[in-house]
């Protein structure tokens, strides 16, 4: 639907009113799960919600998904923390700082050309990263 039925453009919800507020808590919480069940900040899901229910302008909603994901995270930080998850990471550390470097770094170049792609390049881009993925995801199972 990313890549073929959605005008970038166009920026049109496709519910309105009450029904929308219902449609966010509803994708909200099950955005929420599934990124606590996965591990995930749940973007991958919440930028597609944003710009094919909500409208949203493929910018904006890669904005909006930060702010959403933030909580997400911090539960699922708090969450993983208490039953000792991140035990890994000591044993990974080297690898988690290098990655976390280089999403920092990644983040600033990421804002920057922000500014300068357009949406319409951006939102077939998310498509295939997210095609790619899941065919991936698919095939480890």
């Not at 029904?19 to 955005?31: D, E, L, P, R, S």
């Not at 229910?53 to 969450?79: H, N, W």
């Not at 208490?82 to 770094?105: C, E, H, P, Q, Y």
């Not at 804002?111 to 995801?137: C, N, R, T």
Request: with cysteine.
């Amino acid at each position: 639907m990313l890549l073929f039925g959605h005008d970038a453009a166009a920026a049109e919800p496709l519910l309105k009113g009450a029904a929308q507020a219902v449609a966010g808590v509803v994708c909200g919480f099950t955005i929420g799960v599934v990124a606590s069940l996965l591990g995930v900040a749940g973007g991958e899901l919440l930028i597609p919600t944003l710009t094919l229910l909500f409208g949203a302008d493929i910018k904006l909603a890669g904005s909006l998904s930060l702010a959403v994901s933030l909580p997400t995270m911090l539960a699922g930080f708090a969450r993983y923390s208490r039953d000792r998850s991140f035990l890994t990471l000591g044993r990974n550390r080297t690898f988690a700082l290098v990655m976390a470097a280089g999403s920092i770094v990644g983040t600033f170049v990421g804002g920057q050309l922000l500014a300068i792609i357009p949406s319409a390049l951006l939102l077939p881009a998310l498509a295939a990263i997210l095609l790619v993925s899941a065919v991936k995801v698919w095939h480890h199972a």
